[in-house]
């Protein structure tokens, strides 16, 4: 594990997991979590697989509280779509997607179908992920809870299959929460 700071940033960098171990780097003072996981039938893993998704959670809640289900999150999505394409911006009023500005057709469909719109999207992608064996390393904000670097490799036998959600910018909507608008 490799601590380093990245202008206010801390990310921890944590080297490749083989199976059938697995490896939990949580330092949640301030949520500022990294998890890279990858299953096995051990009841050891088993029990880390529980605290990584246990983390995510705390990092949800924290999301919740701090920012809300308004707001708008732009980010960048690294993988063999994305070759090229600049910034995802989605607006998220109670949940729900409301308007998206996509740099490339393909994207929205890669994005839709995954989905991996909002930051709910970005908390339920790692647990899927981890649930199915894959390998998940993520950095979460200090402030909001929400991943800022998500990556995540369904198949570790496989190849070209990873792919990274980079959160540029999360902005809790002005707008209040919940069916009073």
Known sequence: MIPYDNGGMVR?????????????????AGLVCAVLAASCGSDSAQDK????????????RTFDSAVGSSYEITFEFVG?????????????????????????????????????RTVADLFDRARITLDQGGLVEVTFDE???????????????????????????????????????
């Open 143 to 181: 402030s909001y809870g929400h991943p800022t670097v998500l990556t995540i490799d369904p198949v570790p036998e496989a190849i070209d299959d990873e792919y990274s959600v980079h959160v540029i910018s999360v902005e809790p909507s002005a707008l209040p929460d919940g069916d009073g608008y």
């Open 49 to 60: 697989t529980t605290a990584a998704v246990l983390a995510i959670d705390e990092a949800e």
């Open 80 to 116: 063999s779509a994305s070759v090229g394409a600049g910034p995802v911006r989605v607006e998220v009023v109670n949940g729900e997607v409301v308007d998206a500005d996509y740099p490339e057709p393909i994207l929205e469909t890669v994005l839709t179908s995954i989905p991996l």
């Open 12 to 28: 921890l960098v944590t080297p490749h997991v083989t199976r059938p171990h697995l490896a939990i780097v949580s330092m949640c």
